[in-house]
């Protein structure tokens, strides 16, 4: 067995002893198109990426630019779709992000002891457009927001410059590692 077979076997390995629960919902009109075991690997990937160690479990759900359009208008006052919006069902109280999913934090864990952190809403149409535009695959487009949409349900963000870079370069690692599978 060479060693890059057994790496990756362990990883697979690694992935599958995480707990978490990803609830993944896909528009019907998209079903064909998208893959869902990769949908679930970035999600538990960016868990592991930022530390998250206690069960936790999400809802990503893959629709269109009227449903995202619709949410962010209700949400956000604004009349227009996005590519994705999270809505977290617990306040990250951390200092550090990456903090926020451990024993340790103010996470008040519910009687079955898993931390559900909220719902992940992504267009696929505006992630087939942005790839278009991007020149790259809509699977990279998509990890990306994947990835995007869990960080924010963590506490990451984007709104000062720090953030972003901060939010940034742990979606790049991990739409690397995606793509590179």
């Given amino acids: 067995m060479t060693t890059l077979l057994a790496c990756a076997i362990i990883e697979r390995c690694e992935l599958f002893k995480m707990n978490a629960d990803v609830a993944i919902d896909i528009l019907p009109t998209f079903e064909d198109e998208i893959d869902e075991k990769m949908l679930r690997r970035v999600v538990e990937l960016t868990l592991r990426e930022v530390g998250v160690s206690t069960p936790v479990e999400l809802s990503l759900i893959i629709t269109d630019d009227d449903e995202l359009r619709e949410l962010n208008?209700?949400?956000?006052?604004?009349?227009?779709?996005?590519?994705?919006?999270?809505?977290?069902?617990?306040?990250?109280?951390?200092?550090?992000?990456?903090?926020?999913?451990?024993?340790e934090t103010a996470f008040v864990s519910p009687p079955d002891g898993i931390t559900h952190l909220g719902e992940i809403f992504v267009s696929y149409p505006r992630a087939m457009l942005q790839a278009r535009e991007a020149g790259h695959p809509v699977k990279q487009e998509l990890s990306?927001?994947?990835?995007?949409?869990?960080?924010?349900?963590?506490g990451y963000d984007h709104a000062e410059p720090e953030e972003e870079a901060v939010m940034r370069q742990a979606q790049d690692k991990i739409v690397a590692e995606i793509m590179s599978t």
């Fill in 73 to 103: 208008r209700t949400y956000r006052g604004l009349d227009e779709p996005t590519d994705v919006l999270s809505f977290a069902l617990t306040e990250v109280a951390a200092e550090h992000p990456s903090e926020a999913v451990t024993a």
């Fill in 144 to 154: 990306l927001l994947v990835a995007h949409g869990v960080l924010h349900l963590l």
